[in-house]
């Protein structure tokens, strides 16, 4: 993960892990460069990523959006700085203890299960 020297190792560590422990979930996940950051895929489309300041980025449903919004210093991603992605959470480090849960949001959010009907 050469590209993503820049962010701290501590972030970099946890997003390997991150990354690991989601291939455990028998999807298709990989490592791409999208948007400026190093990103994980899961079947094909971005889930999240870890941005060069050491946060990670989340694509979450409305619900857990809200859930990640409500950190302090949470925000919307904004790679560009002129178009908001609004599905997209910036999750800073002081919050890196939470990271592993929206990555598992994210991926449901790719792959939401069955309803029982």
């Not at 979930?25 to 300041?53: F, N, P, R, T």
Request: with cysteine; net charge neutral; aromatic share 10%.
């Amino acid at each position: 993960m050469d590209f993503v020297a820049e962010a701290p190792s501590s972030a970099i560590a946890r997003f390997e892990r991150i990354f690991h422990e989601l291939g455990q979930s028998g999807e298709e996940v990989a490592v791409a460069k999208m948007y400026g950051i190093i990103c994980i895929k899961a079947g094909g489309k971005a889930i999240g990523g870890l941005d060069l300041d050491g946060a990670m980025v989340f694509k979450l449903a409305p619900d857990d959006r809200e859930a990640a919004l409500a950190l302090a210093g949470a925000r919307v991603f904004d790679p560009t700085g002129k178009r908001p992605m609004k599905a997209w959470v910036v999750v800073p480090a002081t919050h890196a203890n939470f990271w592993e849960v929206f990555a598992r949001q994210a991926l449901d959010y790719r792959f939401p299960q069955p309803r029982p009907s």
